[in-house]
């Protein structure tokens, strides 16, 4: 039960123990091995940190960073990480290189390079129709010794068939670069046509601005045409105003002279 549980907490495969290497200790001896280094002829690490305590067996130059410039100086770059080797440029192997009969040269300026898989399929109808033939021959005499026919016609489609999809294989990162280019192109495209829309977009605005500009200018001109002007408007303001109080009093005197006359 415990295994289970263990099992199910632990889904994944666990780190490399090499992490556990990097401790603050560690590095510390190796920045200390590193500054004693150029005063020992006998790069021999116990000795050279004999002074310290704790000091690993396994060397301390395993937790340097990979050199770059040392590791492309080599013919198959690659560097070591976590106990792993990794290469910096991946190379798909020739068929040649996996020890097959290679028909068409490796250098792809050599000869016509697209026309490899045409020729490879058209090539196979030959061997299937000899297959054919020599299966429908009648069977060899018992005095016979070598190989039947259709053997070697059967190895010669073998070899076609691998020379067929190492010819592909070789195609692939010229298909992706195909691919990739269109992709970007796609991409190219759309932000063009976004663009020109929103350019029309912008002129149907300035188009819409200049006509509310219009607009504005005529009723503005409308305006001052029916109201009256700014002279006619201070003449009228400085013009003294009778007061409320003035009518009052011509009311009262009106009314007692009225009231007299009557009565």
């Known amino acids: 039960m415990d295994e289970e549980d263990g099992e199910l907490r632990n889904p994944f495969p666990s780190p490399p123990s090499h992490y556990t290497k990097y401790t603050t200790h560690n590095l510390a001896l190796l920045a200390l091995y ?7 002829p006998n790069p021999i690490q116990h000795q050279i940190l004999s002074d310290q305590t704790d ?26 990480v976590f106990g792993e080797r990794w290469f910096v440029k991946d190379k798909i192997p020739s068929l040649a290189e996996l020890g097959g009969n290679q028909l068409y ?8 390079y697209s026309l490899r898989l045409p ?7 030959f061997p299937q129709t000899a297959v054919l033939h020599s299966l429908l021959a009648p069977p060899p005499t018992m005095s016979a010794t070598g190989p039947p026919e259709w053997q070697g016609h059967v190895e010669w489609i073998t070899v076609l068939g691998q020379n067929l999809m190492a010819a592909a ?10 691919n990739l280019e269109l992709m970007m192109q796609r991409q190219l495209d759309l932000r063009r046509e976004e663009t020109k ?30 109201n009256p002007t700014a002279a006619d408007t201070v003449m009228t303001a400085a013009s003294p105003i009778p007061s409320l109080d003035s009518f009052t009093n011509v009311q009262q005197e009106d009314v007692r002279k009225w009231a007299e006359e009557v009565g």
């Open 197 to 226: 829309s929103l350019h029309a977009k912008c002129d149907v605005l300035e188009a819409k601005l200049k006509e509310l500009r219009a607009s504005a200018q005529l009723v503005s001109n409308f305006s001052s045409r029916e």
């Open 55 to 80: 000091v690993p067996e396994w060397p301390l130059t395993q937790l340097e960073k990979p050199r770059i410039d040392w590791i492309l100086e080599e013919p198959d770059a690659y560097y070591d």
């Open 105 to 112: 040269p490796e250098d792809p300026c050599v000869g016509a």
């Open 119 to 125: 020729r490879s399929s058209a090539s196979l109808s």
């Open 169 to 178: 294989n070789d195609l692939r990162p010229v298909q992706a670069r195909g």
């Open 34 to 40: 590193n500054q004693r280094l150029p005063d020992h």
